[in-house]
Each structure stands twice: as C-alpha cells, then as structure tokens.
C-alpha cells in the first residue's frame, strides 16, 4: 500500500536557536523530522545555528548539511527568514545587513505582533564570561561537546535496557545552584532592559533553556520567551493565531509516520534556484559585500 504524506502543521512565525549544527552533540535527525512536519510563513534562527567555534570539516554528517538544505528550500519558496546571528557563529557579524532574496543577516530584530513590539536577539551579550573571558567560555564549549558525546553513550546502554534517554548537561545544570542563579539573572536582566525600552516581548536563545514567562517590572509587564536548543531539549517556539508556545521534541510523536523517501519532499518546492544555487549566490555576494582590511 502506497504511503500518504503526513499533513504539516501550519505556523506564522517559528523560531529556533542553539542547534550547533558541525558538533557531535547536534540532533540534526531529529530537527529534520521536526522541520518537515511544519510549514512556517516566517523562520527566526536566533544565532549558534552553525557552530563555527567548533567546525570541523571532519564532522560534517549528511544530516547536518540536509537541515541546511530543508532551510534553504524553505528560502526559496519565498519564506522570510532572519538569521540573527549568536556567539557560537559570530564571525558573520560583520556581514549584518546582508540580504539576497527572503533572507535577512541581523545582530537583532524588532517584530511588531498584534501592535506590540518583540525585541529578538540571541542573548550571549549578557554573558559576562562571554565578556570578559572568551577563551573559558571556548573552553567551556568543548567540556559541554564532551558531556554531551558521553551522554550519547549513556543513552545508548539506558536504551538498550529500555530505560529511556536521560540528559546528563541538564541534570547538571538543575542540581548546581549557580547555574539556575545564572538562568534567573539572565531573565531579568532581559527583562528589565525590554520594559525600559517599550518592549512587551523579548526573546532570546543562548543559554539552551525553553522557556515562556512573564515579568513585572517597574516599567510595565514583559513576556520573556527563549527557543531553547537542540542538543538536549530538542524544543522551538512557534507562534500561531496570535500565541506563542513551546514546542518540544518526542520520538513517540514520529515513530507512527513511516519513513518518508527524499523524492516525495523534494515534490513539495517549485523554485527559479536550487538550494545550492541559492547557496552559492549566498556566498558569493557575502564575499563582495565583506570588509576589506
């Protein structure tokens, strides 16, 4: 019996970050999975999406290069898409306003939803080791790709005794009190300066922890929103009829769609470009709009 296609689920705006995509600790298949089962009118990807602190030519698996490539057949069905740029993938900073087609480059966005203002940006500014001690902050990356690949064996052995999968990074985190104290900080700080500059909504990436929450501040209330990551919460937003929400990733809900083969995807995008077309015009007109030294 020939299979259907399952019916993607249609959003306004979606929003990922932190999916430090040339790492082992990636979820690219996952992410994948997630990406066809959506039809977004407008993607913010709000920074560390290409982690080029860690990029190596020697880890570039072909399911990192397709969630590239599903992202770049989005762009050219015409889908806006804003690349704000994060700490992990920094050097494009110095492209910010580079633009081709539906795709903006940015170091930050202001949306205007329902007539209220959104402030977006990725969040690492408010690091202060990110500040003052970037060789750490390097240094504490490759810790976390270590714990993460650790993690990967862990999972495996839980699995096999059908244990399920546990996050070890995110057991850390919650039982150490700075890290939560961190979390917090990191959450009013954001807050407080978006009121003080009329913001009703700030949202960030950054610290890989999915979150919706409210803040009162003496300048007013604020929504704070965070996207979260694909490395351990496998989590997006999504806004939709005027709400926003958090997705967050589950096996279960994709082992009942069977296997879809690249052909039936490939049906779905009617475009003037390729995606490597499209990749390639990219690049070449970033290299002519680059800072001469």
Not at 5 to 26: A, E, F
Not at 232 to 241: C, D, I, P, R, T
Request: hydrophobic share 35%; glycine share 6%.
């Amino acid at each position: 019996m020939k299979s259907s296609k399952p019916r993607k689920r249609k959003v306004d705006i979606l929003v990922l970050s932190d999916i430090h995509l040339g790492t082992y600790g990636c979820r690219a298949k996952e992410l994948l999975n997630y990406l066809r089962s959506v039809s977004p009118k407008q993607v913010i990807l709000n920074g560390d999406i290409i982690d080029i602190w860690q990029f190596s030519k020697r880890y570039w698996p072909k399911s990192h290069m397709k969630v590239v490539s599903h992202l770049f057949k989005w762009m050219s069905k015409g889908v806006k898409m804003h690349y704000i740029t994060g700490n992990h993938d920094e050097m494009l900073r110095k492209f910010e306003g580079f633009k081709v087609g539906s795709f903006r480059l940015q170091n930050k966005l202001v949306l205007e939803l329902e007539g209220e203002k959104v402030w977006v940006f990725h969040g690492d500014v408010f690091d202060v080791t990110m500040q003052h001690s970037r060789w750490l902050t390097k240094l504490g990356a490759i810790g976390y790709d270590t714990l993460i690949l650790i993690n990967q064996v862990v999972n495996t052995i839980s699995e096999f005794f059908g244990k399920g999968r546990i996050s070890l990074s995110k057991k850390v985190k919650n039982s150490v009190k700075g890290a939560v104290k961190f979390i917090n900080k990191f959450e009013e700080t954001a807050t407080t300066i978006a009121a003080e500059n009329g913001y009703k909504y700030v949202m960030c990436g950054h610290i890989h922890h999915p979150e919706i929450k409210e803040y009162e501040t003496e300048h007013g209330r604020v929504t704070y929103l965070n996207s979260g990551d694909w490395i351990e919460n496998l989590s997006a937003l999504e806004y939709k009829k005027g709400e926003w929400s958090i997705y967050k990733y589950t096996d279960e809900e994709f082992e009942k769609i069977e296997t879809q083969s690249e052909e039936i995807y490939e049906a779905d995008y009617h475009s003037d470009f390729s995606p490597k077309e499209l990749y390639g015009k990219m690049l070449q007109e970033m290299l002519i709009v680059a800072p001469k030294n």
